[in-house]
């Protein structure tokens, strides 16, 4: 009963490295989303993925790159980390039609911390 | 575009008292979907409930209720003798019918301190 999986939990990057967030779910969603959370703003969305090999982008996708080769996976990518990029990450799964009754599956997180 | 705002940063109340968490939303779309998430400390996102906009039944879950009010665009998640456990940030969101999928626009959130 794993749902969606996150990895790493935890990460500290230097100012210009790059780092790989992997995201995994075993509920076969269509729709993969990658979340930022950052305080007194609640969560906003990075880019998200309405089926392998799609990707398009959220409300906050500069500095971030993503791919979805398989369905069940989505990573998001940070290039050239940057302070301003200290956040938690969540992603999120759900299926394509909302009506049928479903909402978003979250992960646990992964928090960013660049210095 | 999608808004929405939760006035409340921060509430603190005393155990078995009632609280009333506000959600306010704006969009120009006739069919959306509402939710709230609950976040405890540890982290994690955890799915309260939906109601879609054809939908303005309230509904009570235990301890918990909602009043969701199209006239006045709100979504209202009331806590009734609320518990230590309660404390968390809560999360109201949106999303569309158009998007398909759950595209969510979240509010800023509130955090609430349950206080024994």
């Known amino acids: 009963n794993a749902g969606v999986t996150q990895t790493p939990k935890f990460r500290v990057l230097k100012t210009g490295q790059s780092m790989t967030l992997l995201c995994a779910q075993d509920m076969n969603h269509e729709y993969m989303y990658w979340y930022r959370q950052d305080p007194g703003m609640g969560l906003r969305l990075i880019h998200y993925?309405?089926?392998?090999?799609?990707?398009a982008k959220g409300e906050v996708p500069d500095g971030y790159n993503v791919s979805r080769l398989k369905k069940q996976n989505f990573l998001l990518g940070l290039e050239s980390a940057a302070p301003s990029q200290t956040s938690v990450y969540f992603c999120a799964s759900s299926f394509w039609l909302i009506r049928a009754g479903t909402e978003a599956f979250f992960g646990q997180g992964t928090r960013l911390t660049v210095v | 575009a999608q808004k929405v705002t939760q006035a409340q940063t921060e509430i603190s109340v005393v155990e078995k008292e009632d609280v009333t968490l506000d959600c306010v939303y704006e969009t120009r779309d006739t069919t959306y979907y509402l939710f709230w998430y609950k976040q405890p400390p540890s982290g994690e996102l955890v799915f309260l409930i939906r109601?879609?906009?054809?939908?303005?039944q309230n509904e009570i879950s235990g301890r918990y209720s909602w009043n969701f009010q199209k006239s006045t665009s709100s979504f209202n998640f009331t806590i009734t003798a609320s518990q230590v456990v309660d404390s968390a940030v809560y999360f109201c969101?949106?999303?569309?019918?158009?998007?398909?999928?759950?595209?969510?626009?979240f509010g800023e959130g509130t955090q609430l301190t349950v206080n024994p």
């Open positions: 109601r879609n906009s054809f939908d303005e």
């Open positions: 993925s309405v089926g392998e090999g799609t990707t």
């Open positions: 969101a949106l999303t569309v019918a158009e998007t398909s999928g759950s595209r969510l626009t």
